[in-house]
C-alpha cells in the first residue's frame, strides 16, 4: 500500500472532475474503498455503467459514513445543504475537501457545519476540459497541472500534508496559497476568460447582419478558440459568478480600461499602440508552454 | 497535368501563409513554377534552406514577370507599395491575388494599380497558427477549410473560377462574398477575438495583485486558450486594424454592450440571467465541430 492510503474515500458529485479523481484515485490505488454519491438519480447510474466508484450511495449519509477523506464535487452553490447533510456522518479525524473554483465562499457556506475533529481543507484543482458528467472523467486529467490547497486558520498541518500527498498521487503538483488571493488570482485566469468567452459567443449569436452559419464556417479564424471554454458547464459557471462577485468586477474593470485604451487605438489609427501590445503578449504565451502548461504544438495540435 | 495548373506562380511574402500556399500547390501540381519573394534577405534566405520555391527572387519584378497568378502574402499596410512596384510587370491576363484579412482596404490600395488585362481578384483563406515564418507553413494548411474570394465589379467570371479551382486544389472549399460582407463577418469571427485575446493577455500582465508567474502556473483554467491567438504576428495584426476599423468599433460596440449586461448581472447576483446566456452559447460550439471546422477531442485534444 503507498503511503498516501485511504481506507475509504467518499466523492459527493460525480461529474467530470468528481469521476476523474475516482479514475485516478484508482490508477494510483490510493483507497481501499471509492464510494460515490450524486444527487441525480440519472449520474448516478451512468456513473454505475462506467464503474469507477467501487460503492454507489443513493443516500449521501451512507456514502461518507466511515470515510477518511471526503471531497465536495459539486457546483458550489450546492456546498451548503451538502454540508448540512453529510455534518452528523462524518467520521471523527476525516478530510473534508472540496474541488470548487471558489475557495472564500465555499470556507463561508461549509464552515460552520464542519463538526468538531474533523479537518476541513478546501482545495480546487486546475484542470478540466468542457466536457461535464460522469462519462467526460478520465484518469490523466490532473498530470501536471496544479492543485491549490487553502486550509482554513487551524488547519491541521498532518491533514494538509496527507492532502496534498493524496493530490500529487493523482498527478497534480501543489500550492498552498490563501483563500482570498486564491480568489483573485482564478479571477483572472479562469473566471474572467469564461466570462468573456460566453459574452463573445452571444454577441456573435445575436448580430443581426452576420449569420450564425458564417459564424460557424468561418470560426477557424479565432472564434472557435473560445467557444470551447463557453461549452463549459452552465450551472457550475452560474455558481462561480455568484459567489466570487467582488474578484470578478475587480479583474473585469481592470479589463474594460484596457479594451477601452485598445478601442481607442483602432478608432484613431494608432499603429504604434497596437503593435506594442500584441508584441508584448507573446511571451507569455512562450513561458506558459515551457513549463509545460500548453502545447507547442501549432492551433493545440488540433487534428481538424 | 490537372486542368487548374499554371506555368508560374507568384508568391510576394514568404511567412506563414506564403509557405503555406507554397507547400499546398506543390503537394497538388499546380504550378510548373514557383517564384518566391519577400522583402526581408532574412526570410529569403530561410526560404531558400526549405526549398518550397522553385525560384526565390530579392527582386519583386523578377518575381512576378510572366507569372499567371500573382498572390500577395505580406502584412496588408504593404499592399500598396506592392502594387506600385508590380504593377509594370504583370502579365497581360494574369490573376493578381492576395490573401489579406480584410478586404475593403485592400480593394482600396492595390486597385488603382492594376493594370488593364490583368484580373484582380481579392481572396482571404480562413486558415493560420499562432506561428510566424516561412518555417511555419505545412501543405495541409487549408485542408477542409474556407477560402473566401471578394471579386470586385467588372472581375471576369473565368478567372473567377480558376482562382476557385486553384484553392480547392490547395484543400480549401470556396465562397464569394462581397467586400464588405467579408469584413464584417470577420470582424466578429476574427479580429475581435483576436483584440480580446490580446487585451486579456495584456490584463493579466500588468495586475499587480497577481504575479506573471501565477497567471503562467494556473493558466490551464481557460487564460491560456487565450494566449494561442494572442501569440499571432504583430505586425500582420496591427495592419488589420488599421484597415477594418469601422467593422470592427461595430462589432466591439455591441460586444461592450453585451458585456455590460454580464457585469450587472454578476453584481446584482442574476444567476438566472448568466444560466441562459452561459447555456445558449453551447450549441454553436457543437455546430463548429459537426461541421468539421474544430475537433470534438476534450480540450483541442492537447498532449499537454
Known amino acids: 500500500m503507498p503511503e498516501n492510503h485511504f481506507d475509504k474515500i467518499a466523492i459527493i458529485g460525480l461529474g467530470l472532475i468528481g469521476s476523474s479523481i475516482a479514475h485516478a484515485a484508482r490508477r494510483a490505488h490510493l483507497a481501499k474503498e471509492i464510494a460515490g454519491h450524486d444527487a ?15 460503492t454507489l450511495h443513493a443516500d449521501i449519509g451512507a456514502a461518507v459514513k466511515g470515510a477518511q477523506l471526503v471531497i465536495l464535487c459539486a457546483p458550489v452553490g450546492a456546498y451548503k445543504s451538502i454540508a448540512q447533510a453529510i455534518a452528523p456522518h462524518l467520521a471523527q479525524g476525516a478530510i473534508l475537501s472540496d474541488v470548487g473554483s471558489v475557495k472564500g465562499a465555499v470556507i463561508r457556506d461549509v464552515g460552520p457545519f464542519v463538526p468538531a475533529g474533523v479537518h476541513f481543507i478546501p482545495a480546487h484543482p486546475i484542470a478540466g476540459t468542457e466536457y461535464s458528467g460522469p462519462e467526460a472523467g478520465f484518469a490523466s486529467l490532473f ?65 443581426e447582419k452576420v449569420t450564425e452559419g458564417e459564424v460557424i464556417k468561418y470560426s477557424a479564424s479565432g472564434f472557435r478558440d473560445f467557444t470551447r471554454i463557453a461549452a463549459s458547464d452552465p450551472t457550475m459557471w452560474r455558481d462561480v459568478f455568484l459567489n466570487n462577485r467582488e474578484a470578478v468586477l475587480e479583474v473585469l474593470g481592470r479589463f474594460n480600461d484596457d479594451l477601452k485604451i485598445l478601442q481607442d487605438a483602432v478608432a484613431q489609427g494608432n499603429g504604434d499602440l497596437l503593435f506594442d501590445t500584441f508584441t508584448r503578449t507573446r511571451a507569455i504565451r512562450r513561458a506558459i508552454v515551457d513549463l509545460g502548461q500548453d502545447t507547442a504544438a501549432p492551433n493545440f495540435g488540433r487534428k481538424s
Not at 42 to 48: I, N, P
Not at 161 to 183: A, E, I, N, P, Y
Open 40 to 54: 441525480s438519480a440519472d449520474v448516478l447510474e451512468r456513473a454505475g455503467k462506467i464503474s469507477f466508484c467501487d
Open 143 to 207: 498530470d501536471g497541472r496544479w492543485a491549490i490547497l487553502t486550509p482554513v486558520p487551524g488547519s491541521d498541518g498532518m491533514a494538509v500534508d496527507k492532502l496534498k500527498t493524496f493530490w500529487k498521487g493523482l498527478g497534480s503538483q501543489v500550492d498552498v496559497m490563501d483563500s482570498g488571493h486564491h480568489d483573485l488570482v482564478l479571477a483572472i485566469t479562469s473566471h474572467l476568460p469564461h466570462l468573456i468567452a460566453y459574452n463573445i459567443v452571444g454577441t456573435a449569436h445575436d448580430l
